[in-house]
């Protein structure tokens, strides 16, 4: 019964914290529970009928977050007979049955290899009067065959494998989300193409280890076929992947990101740190020769490419050589953007016990050096483009003072956000549609196009977006592996879809 009064659908809440991984499971939980009855809670609802946090455990505070946003919900819920708290992700998986113990209040707790179970926890923790706590070892069906209710009519992640096979001594995902698990090449473009008969432009490929894509069924160019069979995909307009590994990135991977046009020239390859003797430490199985190496073969095929990456500061062992290497290895890389992190014990990680843990002032100073030497590079790589013209997909929310400067904002083709005026077009210009505009300035983070845009093409996800159209897609079901001709492309679904 997903009913809190004769005739009134229940209503829902996705919290989501966390990865690209995150979001996309908490798009999978949406789409389960509007298959099961439940409607999506406005905005403005502080007391929807089911609340449910979809937690990350990388992070040092995701703990200390999760428990006070439950902490908050306790009172609403006592005023509210029938709410229901469920707790899923990454951090459900590590405290399991302790957040029940340290959250009474909460009524289903679930893993990661079980989110298609939500609806029924939900409906058993209500007629049982008691919590319900279910995490799996395993992964009970590939997160793509479930209902997926889409935040976008423009983006889409597309999920390719699940799991990682490394074994990083600052990571705990290894242990939540558990091995690789591939899908077939067939499985991943019929779902491409569900998307496209949606409206979407632009997909990104998803994995915790993108491009060691296809070890599981003993193809170690898989990934570069799969971006090449992308690129037949009609009216496909941007594929972009994310997170590769500098120890399986492989030349025809390059080659197919220079030679398949709809492929963004935009890669994303975490560093992490730019000393060899830290690298080993993290059990990271490339040195920064290696990795400085992928990113002159990506440029000599793509002069053009915008680089980003992830970086530590402070592991445990790092010295002021160590650190000082890394800011070498950054100058050299010349990043577009780097996302950089503060190290943080994470109970169950080797890293969590080796001797050398630094002093917080240490690492807070390492960092804002870190950053100041970012911040110069981006900039300055940044500035090179006034003056270029940039086709930018209109996105929403990417520009918190739009609303203030009569701007709107998107994607450039390369991953740069861009703030671009309308001029003429103002009223006119929908997430989703096309502009091609010339950059007028440049900051560390992102682009200004102060003058009217010079071109505008309306879209189909545009045209959604305009009509408020709710995007979703049914599940794609996961089959044996197999590499060669995909199989035929479901019907095309209702609405639109993405992320």
């Known amino acids: 019964m997903t009913t809190a009064a004769a005739g009134s659908p229940r209503t829902y809440q996705v919290r989501t914290y966390g990865c690209q991984m995150n979001v ?5 939980i949406s789409g389960l ?3 099961a009855g439940y409607v999506r809670a406005a ?12 937690t990350c455990a990388v992070r040092e505070n995701a703990d200390n977050r999760l428990y006070g946003n439950l902490g908050h919900l306790r009172p609403v819920k006592a005023k509210h007979p029938g709410m229901q708290i469920a707790v899923g992700g990454c951090l459900a998986q590590k405290d399991r049955g302790d957040i029940v113990r340290k959250a009474p209040w909460v009524d289903v707790v679930f893993g990661t290899h079980n ?3 939500l609806p029924a926890l939900l409906d058993r923790a209500r007629h049982n009067a008691a919590a319900e706590v279910e995490i799996l070892e395993s992964l009970e069906v590939f997160p793509s065959t479930l209902p997926t209710r889409r935040e976008s009519t423009y983006a889409g992640w597309v999920s390719i494998s699940v799991g990682c096979n490394n074994t990083c001594t600052f990571c705990i995902v290894p242990s939540l989300r558990g091995k690789e698990k591939d899908r077939r090449p067939g499985d991943i473009l019929s779902e491409v193409r569900a998307l496209v008969d949606s409206g979407v432009l632009e997909v990104t490929l998803l994995g915790q280890n993108v491009n060691s894509y296809g070890v599981e069924f003993g193809d170690r160019y898989a990934f570069g076929k799969l971006l090449r069979a992308c690129g037949d995909i009609d009216g496909l307009e941007r594929v972009r992947f994310t997170s590769p590994h500098p120890k399986d990135f492989t030349d025809d991977v390059i080659a197919a990101m220079a030679e398949t046009p709809n492929v963004c020239h935009s890669l994303h390859m975490p560093l992490q740190s730019g000393s060899d003797g830290v690298l080993r430490a993290m059990r990271r199985s490339y040195r920064s020769e290696r990795y400085l190496g992928i990113i002159e073969k990506v440029r000599a095929a793509m002069p053009d490419a915008a680089i980003t990456t992830d970086i530590i500061v402070g592991f445990p062992g790092e010295t002021e050589a160590d650190f000082a290497r890394t800011l070498d290895v950054v100058r050299e890389a010349r990043f577009s953007s780097a996302f950089t992190f503060q190290y943080s014990k994470r109970p169950g990680t080797p890293a969590a016990t080796m001797d050398g843990q630094l002093p917080k002032q240490v690492v807070q100073e390492r960092y804002e050096r870190l950053i100041a030497c970012v911040e110069e590079i981006t900039w300055a790589e940044n500035k090179k483009l006034i003056g270029e013209t940039v086709e930018v997909l209109v996105a929403v929310g990417e520009g918190r003072k739009d609303e203030r400067t009569g701007r709107m904002s998107g994607r450039a083709r390369d991953g740069r956000l861009v703030h671009f005026a309308t001029g003429d077009l103002a009223g006119r210009i929908r997430p989703g549609d096309i502009v091609h ?17 010079l071109a505008h093409r309306r879209t189909r996800a545009g045209d959604a977006a305009e009509a408020g159209q709710v995007p979703r897609t049914p599940g794609v079901l996961l089959g044996l592996p197999t590499i060669g001709a995909p199989a035929a492309p479901p019907a095309p679904v209702g609405g639109c879809a993405a992320h």
């Open 24 to 28: 996309h499971d908490s798009e999978r």
């Open 33 to 35: 529970l509007e298959d």
């Open 115 to 117: 989110i298609g179970s």
């Open 43 to 54: 905005e403005a609802d502080e007391q929807p009928d089911v609340v449910v946090f979809n």
């Open 437 to 453: 505009t010339t950059v007028t300035y440049a900051a560390p983070h992102h682009l200004n196009a102060d003058g009217a845009p």
